[in-house]
């Protein structure tokens, strides 16, 4: 049983992206507008109870678990997840409530056996033959905040339930938190198989998806690229509600997602954030990517640095940029974490960058896709050495959103995901002259002079 913490960081951009589930958007846009036509009751914050709630998602481990969510039912509130409502049902145990956010049809199947008493809330982009197939049973109706969602139901004036779009098991802790409750216990959070079993039940809508194999911690798991991304940010996805509405939420199943938090929330220190990307590295498609070979002239030009000036390219990886600035006449430093991310031979220093003692004391300085990667609690720390160790200026380009390849090693790689406003007060309060050359909502780029 793990307990989950929220996190520090107050920022989730990155988390609410426009992204649609399993469908066209046309396709999903069409089931909303059908839907939210209907005039059913809409999911509204209900006063907080104390019954505790078990939240029951499809993962191998629930059947390990049968007996005590039985046991437990007598004294809690039961919440099945897409194919779980089903399965338990089969068991002999009754959902209070259900809740599917798939906007295929063939999830008809998770409620040809309705139970009378159960309130089935569904996602407005759930395929229609599902309300119909509900018609005389209890239905709440929510809206995931998607773009296609907020297209489709513009004028009706529905609110919107403002929770991270993905899979139903993350939506499933913002339902529960506006139905009343605040303790939870989930169970089938696995995010992983265990050999020749998906889920603890048939799922054929989801049988030939392909799947990937993650090491963590020591351990293997086999698992879909959709459930391992969404294990990746699990911990910050649910970290609103959990603050917002003071929730006590409690872990009882085990595989990926369980290894993930246990990663997440423990102490980000050098050796760990060395560990991990010494891991990373060893990625042949992680190492193939070089964006800041596409800002090194830009960031020449940006800060008018005269030729054989010295520079630091803080957190260079492979190297290219480093030679690059090397082979155009600066004195040029690499400086990185691990070691066996260097492909080129350029003056290098090893050290994490909120290492003051150890940068190299320089002219200039250039970072890209870099400071998202910091530990929040570092990220302070680190602004403060870099300025220290540039005498005149800096260029610093920065992602707002969330990594892609963390999840083939089973952790984060951008630790403090922020959007372009907040990193500038935190600049305005390090450096003398902040200029924000480019926003948007995937990256901030910043001209930084003492």
Known sequence: MVALEAPVDES?????????????????????????????PELKEHEACSTPLLIVAGGPSVRDNLEVIRAMKADCHVMAVNGAYRFLREHGIESDHFVLL???????THVEDPGEDTNHCLASQVHPDLFERLRDHKVTIFHPG????MEAVETLGQDFL???????????????????????MLFGYDFSERPNQRYAFDQP???????????????TYRTTLTMARAAQQFSRAVSPVI????LDVRMFSEGLLTDMLKTALAKHDEDSERAKYEQIWGVDAYRSVSPALNYVQSAVNLLNIPTASSIADFGCGTGRSTKW?????????????????LEEEVPFVQCALW??????????????????????????DTLQAIHDAVRVACYLNIDTVDDAFGVMIGQPLHLTVMPAEQWERLLKEIWREVTTIESNDKQAIFVCRK
């Not at 798939?102 to 008809?108: K, L, T, Y």
């Open 243 to 246: 603050r917002g509405c003071s």
């Open 325 to 341: 600035f090397k082979t155009h006449g600066l004195q040029a430093t690499g400086v990185d974490i691990s070691s066996n991310s």
């Open 102 to 108: 798939d906007s295929r049809p063939g999830n008809i």
């Open 162 to 184: 403002t929770a991270p779009i993905g899979i139903a098991s993350i939506h499933a802790v913002y339902v529960a938190a506006a139905l009343g409750y605040r303790t939870l």
């Open 355 to 380: 290492d003051a003692d150890k940068l190299p004391q320089v002219d200039y300085g250039f970072s890209v896709d870099v400071l998202e990667h910091i530990p929040t609690e570092k990220v302070r």
């Open 205 to 219: 809508l989801n049988a030939d998806t392909q799947t990937i194999d993650i090491t963590l911690n020591g351990n």
């Open 12 to 40: 989730l951009p990155g988390l609410f992206f426009p992204h649609e589930v399993n469908n066209t958007r046309d396709a999903i846009v069409s089931n909303i507008k059908r839907n939210a036509a209907r005039g059913l």
């Open 146 to 149: 998607t773009e296609a969602t």
